[in-house]
C-alpha cells in the first residue's frame, strides 16, 4: 500500500504542477506581464510548487527529515543524474550567465543553508525570509541582465494561453491545487509507511525515492529537448531549481514552520548536506578541463557515476 501511495502521490504532483504552470502563465497573460518575467519567475515558482507543496507538508506534520531530504537529494539528482544524463545524450554549452550569477547564488544558498542549520540546527523565519529575499534579488537582476543582452533562454511559453478564459484558469487552478493537496499528503504518508516496511529512515526514503521522483518531470523535460536537439539546453536553466529549491522552496517552508534538524539523522548535516555542495561546486571546475566551456559527454558520465555512489552510500 505504501508504493502505491507514492506513485500516485508523485503522479498527482505533476499533473497539480502541469495544471499550475498552465494556469499561472495564462493568468500572467492576463496581467499583460512580458514573456521574459514570467519565463523566469512565474514559470520557475509554479514549477517549485511539487516540491514546495511535500516539504511543507512534511514540516507541518513535524517530520523534517523529509523536508529536508526532499531538497537536498533533489538538488544532488538535478545535476548528478538530471544533468549528467542530459550532457551524455547531447554535450551543454555553457553560456557567461551560468558562471556569472547562476552558479555563485547557487553556492552561495547552498552555503548559506548549511551555516543556518549547522548554527542551531533550526531553520528560522528570519532565515528562511533571508533566503527568500536573496531569490527575489538574484531574480530582480537576472531579468535586468537578460534584457539588457538579449541573450536569456527562457522556457518556451505556448502562445494559445493568451486565449484561455478565466473560467478554465480557475478550474486550472482548482485542478492543480487539489492535486498537489493531495499529492503531497499521500506522498509523504507513503514514504513513512516505506521506510518503516523497508526498515530505513525517513530521510533516507525522502532523499532518493522522493528526490528523484520529483526531478523525474525536469528529466524528462532536458531529455527529450537533447534528443530533438531543437534547441541549445541552458546549463543555468537546469541548475536554477536548485536555487529555487533551496531559497523559495526550504524560505518559504521555514517562514511558515521553522525546520528543525532531527538528532536521529546526524547524517544530513555531517554527509549529504557536502554531496549537495559538493555536486554545485564540481561544475566551475569542470568547465576548464578538456573541453572548455562545456559539459561533454565524459563529464556527464562523471557526474552519473558521482550519483550512483552516493545512492549506494545511503543505503549501505
Known amino acids: 500500500m505504501s508504493i502505491v501511495l507514492v506513485l500516485v502521490g508523485l503522479a498527482l504532483l505533476v499533473v497539480g504542477g ?3 504552470v498552465r494556469s499561472s502563465v495564462a493568468m500572467s497573460f492576463k496581467f499583460k506581464i512580458s514573456k521574459l518575467v514570467i519565463g523566469m519567475t512565474v514559470v520557475s515558482f509554479a514549477t517549485s510548487a511539487p516540491e514546495l ?7 507541518l506534520d513535524g517530520n523534517s527529515d523529509i523536508a529536508l531530504g526532499n531538497i537536498i537529494g533533489s538538488n544532488i539528482a538535478n545535476i548528478g543524474l538530471v544533468l549528467g544524463i542530459t550532457a551524455i545524450i547531447s554535450p551543454i554549452v555553457v553560456d557567461r550567465s551560468f558562471y556569472r550569477l547562476n552558479w555563485p547564488m547557487m553556492m552561495l544558498v547552498s552555503i548559506a543553508l548549511y551555516y543556518f542549520l549547522k548554527n542551531d540546527n533550526v531553520l528560522s523565519f528570519i532565515e528562511g525570509l533571508i533566503l ?21 533562454e527562457i522556457e518556451e511559453l505556448d502562445d494559445s494561453l493568451q486565449q484561455v478564459s478565466n473560467f478554465k484558469i480557475i478550474l486550472w487552478l482548482i485542478i492543480g491545487g487539489a492535486a498537489l493537496y493531495f499529492g503531497s499528503e499521500w506522498l509523504v504518508d ?3 509507511q516505506l521506510a518503516k516496511s523497508v526498515g530505513v529512515s525517513d530521510y533516507a526514503i525522502s532523499v532518493t525515492v522522493i528526490a528523484i521522483g520529483t526531478s523525474v518531470p525536469e528529466l524528462a523535460a ?6 530533438k536537439q531543437e ?11 536548485n536555487i529555487f529549491n533551496i531559497a523559495s522552496v526550504l524560505g518559504l517552508t521555514a517562514m ?19 554531496w549537495m555542495i559538493g555536486f554545485s561546486a564540481v561544475l566551475l571546475p569542470m568547465l576548464f578541463i ?6 561533454s559527454r565524459i563529464k556527464g558520465a562523471i557526474l552519473v557515476l558521482g550519483y550512483a555512489v552516493f545512492m549506494v552510500l545511503i543505503f549501505r
Do not use: H, M, W
Request: no cysteine; glycine share 4%.
Open 231 to 241: 534547441k541549445a539546453i541552458s546549463l543555468g536553466n537546469l541548475i536554477g531549481s
Open 190 to 192: 507513503g514514504a513513512q
Open 53 to 59: 507543496l511535500v516539504s511543507l507538508q512534511a514540516a
Open 18 to 20: 502541469e495544471f499550475l
Open 222 to 227: 532536458s531529455v527529450i529537448a537533447a534528443l
Open 290 to 295: 578538456l573541453k572548455k566551456y562545456q559539459i
Open 256 to 274: 511558515i514552520k521553522p525546520i528543525v534538524v532531527n538528532p536521529d539523522t546526524p547524517e544530513i548535516l555531517s554527509t549529504n548536506i557536502f
Open 132 to 152: 527568500f529575499i536573496s531569490l527575489l534579488v538574484f531574480l530582480v537582476i537576472l531579468i535586468k541582465s537578460a534584457a539588457r543582452e538579449r541573450t536569456a
